[in-house]
């Protein structure tokens, strides 16, 4: 269980995050990540007059994400581990980071990046496999979502969910890359049919097979104050029904002891997956004259 007090300069976030294995799998194939990135510049010496430059100027963004490996014993957990290690690879390799969604080249750019990003990550999966044959048809799903200010950039593919809490009330920003959801999306079952959810855990996409039939989600969203995003494998959407994650959000004074009750919850009901939650909890800055 980790958590830690977090301030972006525009809002301030208490974030938490917990990764379980479950009462049946041996092996945790979930991976998270929780990371910070900024550009800072500091005055140092100048000769300019007092107060004709700001002391420092500070742009503080954020990325969390959730990635569940498929692919049996250690395949899954490998699969995971590589996508999470291979988009900090392609972070860090950027040439110019976009701090500021004000300019609508600049929001296009980061969109067109993320989902390049997908489809990079996809590429080193498949060459991986092609490099070691015990990892054949390994892959993963992948939920990120990136915070800036008050912009929420969201990238998603497979099953792993990032919902958003606001007023109390619990949406899902996703949508599940799963045989039940394609035959809810046709009309063919309703997404309350007990028969379908068999075919639940069936992935119509993930990391490491794409193609060109089903594309990364991804879009932008805006933050307001009291906002909570939560990211989380299908270890606790299998077990946990949304309201139960509403109350549970919503009720919790920490986004620590949410994560921790989530968890518990997946545990109480069976734990037959791994179990991974991230949480951010925002609120404004206070401002004083």
Not at 85 to 97: A, H
């Amino acid at each position: 269980m980790n958590s830690q007090p977090l301030d972006s300069g525009l809002v301030v976030l208490d974030v938490a995050a917990a990764s379980h294995p479950g009462k049946v799998k041996d092996i945790n194939q979930d991976h998270y990540l929780v990371i910070r990135f900024g550009r800072t510049l500091e005055n140092l010496l100048t000769n300019l007059d007092r107060g004709a430059l700001e002391e420092d100027h500070e742009v503080t963004g954020y990325v969390m994400l959730v990635a569940d490996g498929i692919g049996g014993t250690e395949g899954g957990e490998v699969a995971s581990q590589l996508a999470v290690k291979k988009l900090v690879d392609l972070l860090v390799e950027t040439p110019d980071w976009i701090m500021s969604l004000k300019r609508e080249q600049d929001l296009r750019t980061v969109l067109e990046r993320l989902d390049q990003r997908f489809w990079k990550i996809d590429e080193a999966l498949k060459e991986d496999a092609r490099l070691n044959s015990s990892r054949h048809g390994i892959g993963t799903t992948l939920t990120i979502a990136g915070l800036m200010g008050n912009d929420l950039i969201l990238g998603h593919i497979g099953d792993s969910r990032a919902y958003l809490l606001r007023n109390g009330i619990l949406n899902q920003l996703t949508t599940d890359h799963t045989l039940v959801q394609a035959l809810v999306d046709a009309g063919i079952v309703a997404a309350d049919d007990v028969a379908a959810q068999a075919s639940d855990h069936v992935l119509t996409a993930a990391l490491g097979s794409l193609d060109d039939v089903v594309r990364p989600q991804v879009k932008l969203l805006q933050l307001t104050q009291d906002d909570q995003i939560l990211l989380c494998t299908d270890g606790l959407t299998q077990i946990v029904d949304d309201q139960t994650i509403q109350a549970t959000l919503f009720h919790a004074d920490s986004a620590h002891q949410a994560c921790h009750e989530l968890v518990d919850l997946a545990l109480a009901g069976g734990g037959s997956d791994n179990i991974t939650v991230v949480l951010a909890r925002i609120a404004s800055h206070e401002t004083t004259d």
